[in-house]
Structures are given as structure tokens and as C-alpha cells.
């Protein structure tokens, strides 16, 4: 955690977003709301560019807060948590044994050195350890783009065009791939990967993300 974070966290500690109790900084919520969580929460799946996806939650509410805090305010402790939570669903959605290697939907240089670090890379390293499955990068970002949210939908496609490119084309070629992102809203920037990824001709690619704004899925109990 930054020293003005930590400051900050003093002055205001953190509480459960559920129930309100003080909890460490490194925690999501309570272990009690984090125990209901685990047992309650419902996967969804949804379809991204016609390739499979698992999500642990539905983006909005406290969720999407958590998700802001872990990609915009360093809260990088978070990914143990989540991790755990992804990995459960993940092994539950898909035959694990049958995945070659994970890999993320990178950043720019510029926007991760900026950031200090790439959140979707940091849940596949995390979600490689929970899940034994090794954790390759795949792809560069090689051209800044304008934040897809910000833009029409119309927009977005040709935002992406270009930015995405296949880092060792060998490395993909008839492999099992899982491809891990924080969030799926549009959809537009995880299938764009998976389409990039596809040129070097993988065996499959499914999806996994720790939320999702797509789809008809059933109400999470937790948002
Ligand atoms: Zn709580």
C-alpha cells in the first residue's frame, strides 16, 4: 500500500462493505460476509465475441466499487481474495486439466508504468498459483487507446483496432487458453484478445473474470 494510503486508512479505516465492521485493509469485507459470499454468490456466464466466459459477480453496487478500488486506488491486496473466489468458479466451469496456460489482457507500457501495475496480470499470477496451471503472456499492447467507457459504442471497435498483437505466435499454436480480465463490460476489449490471440491459431480460448456487466444471468445476491 502507498504511504498515503496508509495514512488515509488511519484516519478512516476500512469496514466491510456489507456490514459495516472495521476489517483489515487487504480484505474485501469481514471473514463473516466473505464466508456468505463464497457460499452464495452465482457464476455467471456469458458469451464474449462467441467465446466462453465465467464471472464471479455481476458488476455493479459494491462490486464495481471493489473493482474501481483494485484498478484505480492500488489496492492490488485484494487479489488473494478475489483470486479464490475466481479460481473456485473457474474450476467449477471448465475442465482445468485440459488448460495449457492462462494468460491476461495486457496494458500499455505507459499506462501500466503509470498505474505501477496490471491488475489482470496479477489475478492470472495469483489465479496460476491457486489453480497449478502456469501463467504465459501472450500479447502486448502496442498502440494507447482512449478508455473504451468513455466512448459510443460505435467507437469502440476502431479504438481497439491495431492495439493488440500476438507476442510469440508458437507459444499459442493448438494450445488450451485461458484468458483472465477484471472485469467484462462492453465485452469489446476481451474479445478483441481473443480474436488477436486466434490469429495464431490456439486450440481454444475461454474466459474467466472477476466481474461481468453482460448478459442475462441470475440476480447476484451480493451486489
Ligand atoms: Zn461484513
Not at 486466434?198 to 445476491?221: F, Q
Amino acid at each position: 500500500m502507498k504511504p498515503l494510503y496508509r495514512i488515509f486508512a488511519l484516519i478512516f479505516p476500512e469496514r466491510c462493505p456489507y456490514c459495516s465492521d472495521l476489517i483489515e485493509p487487504e480484505k474485501i469485507a469481514c471473514d463473516k460476509c466473505l464466508n456468505e459470499i463464497k457460499r452464495k454468490h452465482t457464476p455467471l456466464f456469458s458469451g464474449v465475441g462467441g467465446y466462453r466466459c465465467v464471472s464471479s459477480f455481476a458488476y455493479g453496487g459494491k462490486v464495481r466499487r471493489m473493482i474501481i478500488r483494485l484498478k484505480f486506488h492500488d489496492r492490488t491486496q485484494y487479489i488473494p481474495q478475489i483470486s479464490e473466489i475466481l479460481a473456485s468458479d473457474i474450476t467449477a466451469a471448465y475442465r482445468i486439466s485440459d488448460i495449457d496456460f492462462l494468460t491476461y489482457v495486457p496494458m500499455h507500457k505507459t499506462d501500466q508504468a503509470e498505474r505501477g501495475y496490471n491488475q489482470s496480470q496479477l489475478l492470472s499470477e495469483e489465479l496460476s498459483k491457486k489453480l497449478s496451471i502456469p501463467c504465459i503472456e501472450t500479447l502486448k499492447k502496442v498502440k494507447r487507446t482512449k478508455k473504451q467507457h468513455k466512448l459510443k459504442y460505435f467507437e469502440r471497435k476502431n479504438n481497439l483496432a491495431g492495439a493488440f498483437s500476438v507476442i510469440d505466435k508458437d507459444t499459442v499454436k493448438g494450445k488450451n487458453i485461458l484468458m483472465i480480465d477484471d472485469v467484462v463490460t462492453s465485452g469489446q476489449t476481451l474479445s478483441k484478445c481473443c480474436k488477436i490471440l486466434n490469429t495464431a491459431k490456439p486450440r481454444s480460448i475461454i474466459c474467466a473474470t472477476v466481474a461481468s456487466a453482460k448478459g442475462d444471468y441470475p440476480e447476484n445476491s451480493y451486489i
